[in-house]
């Protein structure tokens, strides 16, 4: 019996659904603060509603099967990590930019550093299902 190929099996499965629960809390979370406040901190939520974006795309890049999609998916994790990495520093570095929080702000503590280790988590996944292989 051959290996399933693709990133969507096994712990592939988890991943395509926490991605998939991140891209509908960043999602509703910036739709609102967009539609009702966003003269309080347009940066902070229009990076929220980036990171909702880069969630979808993981998402389904992760649920799908062959090299192209294995590939959409390490751009989106590697983004992501950048992401993480960029606004949770300069969040903590210049708070006066950031009065409202975005799912990245200081590492993603606002939703327990999942969105700092969950990149991590697709990268090393999607090195071990790597197509090639």
């Known amino acids: 019996m051959s290996e399933p190929t693709g990133t969507a099996h096994g712990p592939g499965r988890v991943l395509v659904s926490v991605y998939g629960l991140f891209a509908l809390a960043a999602g509703a979370r910036a739709g609102v603060q967009l539609a009702t406040k966003f003269s309080v901190a347009p940066i902070a939520y229009l990076l929220s509603a980036f990171a909702a974006l880069?969630?979808?795309?993981?998402?389904?890049?992760?649920?799908?099967?062959?090299?192209?999609?294995?590939?959409?998916?390490?751009?989106?994790?590697?983004?992501?990590l950048a992401g993480v990495l960029a606004v949770g520093t300069a969040s903590l570095a210049l708070p006066e930019d950031f009065p409202d929080a975005t799912v990245w702000s200081d590492y993603g503590s606002g939703y327990g550093f999942v969105p700092l280790v969950l990149p991590v988590l697709g990268l090393l996944w999607l090195r071990r299902t790597r197509p090639d292989r």
């Open 54 to 80: 880069v969630y979808i795309g993981a998402t389904v890049a992760l649920a799908r099967s062959g090299a192209r999609w294995w590939r959409v998916a390490l751009v989106c994790c590697s983004i992501e």
